[in-house]
């Protein structure tokens, strides 16, 4: 964890440095490559500590930590770009930041926030005391045979691709909302816009909580399907509905991907009896789909029109939309139902 904070650190100072186009791809590469390599470290571990059957409710509780993060930034990102401007009547951060940031690119303060925030998450790492973790050979990254002989079951491919078709619907939505809106409904981008991508991070927050109850309750297949439906319905309001309509059905997209993503990667991990890291590993290297989609989103839009675009996002979420059909794990998640069941039983 430490080694992967440390090159997101390196990412985001070089480019707070150095804020040039050439820079900034090197920079997002080291970032984005950080990040997989603290999920593929994680995931497994979680599934471990937390107990597999109670896995799904523990990736949501991260999610419900993630999103949180993520509802944050946007409103500091709007809150910066605004007032960095004239930092005289405001805090020492802004008056800090006004000395380093290019006056034509203020945005590009949200960088020497990221070296900010990291070097204090390195802080943390560094001086905290974690107890030793043994970890199992299943459980660690394994060797090419390892992955080759995962990559020959259907059901590693498959989970493969819902990790792909999900980190693209979220980003796919989240990319492109800001602009779709003042495309659209000539909202501003800087303000209205980012307040919408806010609002996606943040009903994302409160769809996990919401999950993690349900998850208690409900199959998480069962869960998967309802919030998939869901996130369809929205999508259609956000590309068709009048302005208002889609101002709100973009952010409520949030709320339904909220338990996507703990739900897929933990019936992906308990559907397979082994090597759970190379797995984690493999499923990880999915999120590539957070940077495909938004092209592919992109590109039909240049063609087709922004609207039509968007529309791929049908495709993706309908795939994940298939996964509470198909997923056949060999560890259910475990529900109040199940604990009374044993409770019974013994």
Known sequence: MVLSFAVALVGALFFALFPVYQVSLISLFLIGGSMAALQVAINPLLRVAGGEEHFAFNEAFAQLVFGAASFVSPQVYSYVVLHLEDPAKENLLLKA???????????????????????VMLI????????????????????????????KKPVVLLFFASIFMYVGSEQGTADWISEFLAHYHGYDPHTTGAAA?????????????????????????????????????CLT?????????????????????????????????????EYHGPLAGILCVGIMGGAIVPLIIGRLGDTFGLRTGMMFLYVTFGWVLSVSFWAKPLIANVTLRDKKARQVTS
């Open 97 to 119: 930041l006004s000395r380093v940031v290019p006056a034509s690119l203020p945005w590009v303060s949200m960088y020497w926030i990221f070296t900010l925030v990291i070097a």
């Open 124 to 151: 943390a790492l560094w001086t905290s005391r974690f107890p030793q973790v043994t970890r199992t050979e299943e459980e660690r990254a394994g060797a090419l045979e390892m992955y080759a002989h995962l990559m």
């Open 197 to 233: 991508v806010a609002w996606f991070w943040g009903l994302m927050t409160a769809g996990c909580a919401l999950g993690m109850l349900l998850l208690k309750l409900l199959d998480s297949r069962k869960v998967l399907l309802c919030f998939s439906l869901a996130a369809l319905a």
């Open 237 to 273: 309001v956000a590309l068709f509905g009048p302005g208002p309509a889609s101002k709100l059905a973009f952010p409520a997209m949030g709320f339904c991907a909220s338990v996507m993503w703990p739900i897929i990667i933990s019936l992906g991990l308990n559907s397979v009896a």
